[in-house]
């Protein structure tokens, strides 16, 4: 039985409070863990989900918008309209803005996070993917895919200050928060630091047995980067040394990792139907402690460090013919997105 049909078999319905719009949300349990999945309106397959622990909203990025929801009821509060091709979302929650990437405008939009309401678009360099605020510097970053670059926005004026040249294109990224951002380099299976306070690359360091890293997680006690390889392992790096210190057997084209410093474990999103979940047993030791089995390209990953609940999106897929030369990407089945949210029971 397909994912929908289960849906909307078990799912209980209901209109939510002044949204308008029809939300089924099914749970399933899988060996501890319990499921529960969330119809948002839209066509087309989404990308990355963002936190907000503090301010306990949820951004979930798909294709020509932002779903704003409410963290712990998971009930919608805004959206964000009129994009095309959102990737990442970043959040300047002082200032009360986020910045989404809009990968096929090549251009960042701010907007407000109270109403969603789009109040700047920024241009920036070709395909902007992951983004960041660094909090060292105040800078929104946008890491380029098809440019190879970095465009650096001060966020209070909605302007490029300046424009970070990489060695290849970049995937995800993450800051330390004193200065430091590091980002996966795909082509060149590396990763490039890039010190805040100069707006500069400082270092670029092999990812030695990794073929194609995409997805990134930081553990900010231990300092270790861990890096989701095409070739079916997760790279664990010394921030600091440049050092590759352990490698793990992870599932078939991971796109998302988060470290849960609390639980001390690495949670690696696949896009095989599956979520390799690695437990830490020192800052250079790891191991499998299980697969969970989850919906096929739920592929993005995002933690809210307070309750440990896992976010991810995906839709029921349909594959076109495979064209050589070219990345098999799937399409989504109209009216199937939905937001998936794991807890462990």
Known sequence: ??????????????????????????KRTAGGYAITRVGLPGDGRGDYVTVDPVGRRLYVTHTTRVHILDLDTLQPIATVEGLDGAHGVALDAAAGHGFVSDGNTNSVKMFDLASGKVLASIAVGTKPDSILRDPASGKIMAFNGDSEDVTVI???????????????????????????????????????????????????????????????????????????????????????????????????????????????RAIVANRDKTWTIVAQRGP?????????????YAKTIALDPKTHRLFS????????????????????????????????K
């Not at 994912?3 to 909307?8: A, N």
């Not at 078990?10 to 949300?25: F, N």
Request: with cysteine; hydrophobic share 40%.
């Open 154 to 264: 001060e966020p209070a004026t909605a302007t490029v200050t300046a424009t970070i040249k990489l060695p290849s294109g970049p995937e995800f990224s993450q800051a330390d928060g004193k200065g430091k951002v590091w980002a996966n380099m795909e082509e060149t299976s590396s990763i490039v630091e890039i010190d805040t306070a100069t707006m500069k690359v400082t270092r670029t360091f092999p990812l030695t047995g990794c073929d194609g890293p995409a997805p990134l997680a930081f553990d900010p006690v231990n300092r270790r980067l861990f890096s989701g390889c095409g070739n079916k392992v997760m790279i664990v790096t010394d921030a600091d040394s440049g050092k590759v210190v352990a490698s793990v057997p992870v599932g078939g084209d991971p796109d998302g990792i988060v470290f849960d410093a609390v639980r001390k």
């Open 284 to 296: 250079n030791s790891y191991a499998v402690a299980r697969t969970l089995p989850i919906d096929e």
């Open 313 to 344: 999106s995906t839709a029921d897929l349909v594959w076109p013919p495979a064209v050589t030369g070219k990345k098999h990407l799937p399409n989504a089945q109209p009216g199937t997105f939905r937001l998936i949210a794991v807890s462990e």
């Open 1 to 26: 039985m397909s994912v929908r049909k289960v849906m909307m078999s078990v799912a209980c319905v209901a209109v939510l409070a002044g949204s308008g719009v029809a939300i089924g949300a099914a």
